[in-house]
């Protein structure tokens, strides 16, 4: 597989859509990806590695060049990537890290020399919380290092629960992870220090998020890239009875009032969808076809003050740029009410994440 150019990823294809519409971009990363992990990425033939090899470097300057392609992005949203973690120190300590080093990114972006966008305002990071109660420390090391910004924990919980070819990537993190008894030790350690928890899982896993939603009623919990519904490979012969499955599993995840949704991450290799890497690129008019039976019924079921749009960025530009993206989501958002779009685009993400912007 040949690897995309930068100039494939970050030429703007055509006209900003809404360009005065306030946004909130309430998902997206920073890294240096080593030679080590793209490597092994090569090595297994990932579908993933020309996107991330072509975005291998995503720090300051890459992000802010692409929050100023012509949308109204007014902050965003940090989640954790396993980035810049302390090289020495304590194993379960050297996550704090990547909250310093975020951090100082943001204190950059505050001070208004490089603009007026809030560039990571609300910092999503990684404490292991299978380490049950001893994860407290951690957890109040984080909120030090991340100031008025920390809000919430992210741990990869994707499982390849099913043992199928198109998920083995994900094989090494155990099934059932989410009623673990020690990671909901840990788990139970966020509502009282005020902290949300973003979960991501696949698509099979979801039943998992409603039994952990009914556990713990009083922590918020924000289910990234709509539940990553999975249909590449060999599971693509079961689109139709996996759909059913996953608009079933997000009816009863709305029933848990503390939970949220994050519309996309489905510029990813996990959809099966045509625009991944389609030759020439799909226009956001094409994309939002494909995406529409996922981020529709999640605005109705939940509602729009349940929901925001996130770029999942880096990540989803297998699929389109940056300003594409933001297309995307104005075209399936065209038919909502003003008060709804500002919930999807902004608010929600402001209210959830409780941004000081």
Known sequence: MTALTPSEIDTPIEPILEPDLPIIDAHHHLWYLAGSFLDQLRTRNDPMYPVLSARS??????????????????????????AMYRAEGREEMKSVGEVEFVNGIAAMAASGAFGEVKLCAGIVGNANLRLGEHVEPILNAQIQAGGERYRGVRNITASNSEGKGALRAFSAIAPGILADSRFRAGFGKLQGLGLSYDAVVFQPQLPEVIDL????????????????????????????????????????????????????????????????????????????QEWKPFLEPCIEIFGADRCMFESNFPVDSGSCSYPVLWNV???????????????????TAQRVYRLNV
């Not at 300051?60 to 949308?71: I, N, P, Q, R, W």
């Not at 999975?230 to 608009?247: F, M, P, Q, S």
């Not at 989501?329 to 608010?347: C, D, H, N, Q």
């Open 213 to 288: 939603a009914r556990a713990f009623p009083q922590t918020v919990i924000i289910l990234n890239h709509v539940g990553i519904p999975i249909y590449v490979r060999e599971h693509a012969t079961e689109r139709k009875e996996r759909y059913r499955k996953w608009l079933g599993d997000i009816r009863s995840l709305a029933g848990c009032r503390n939970v949220f949704v994050k519309l996309g991450g489905l510029g990813q290799a996990f959809g099966g969808f045509k625009a991944f890497r389609s030759e020439p690129p799909a226009t956001s008019e094409q994309i939002a």
């Open 329 to 347: 989501f104005k075209r399936i958002a065209a038919g909502v009410s003003v008060s709804e779009k500002a919930a999807l685009f902004s608010s």
């Open 57 to 82: 470097k995503y720090l300051f300057d890459e992000v802010m060049a692409d929050l100023s392609t012509g949308h109204n992005i007014r902050a965003t949203v940090y989640v954790e990537a396993n």
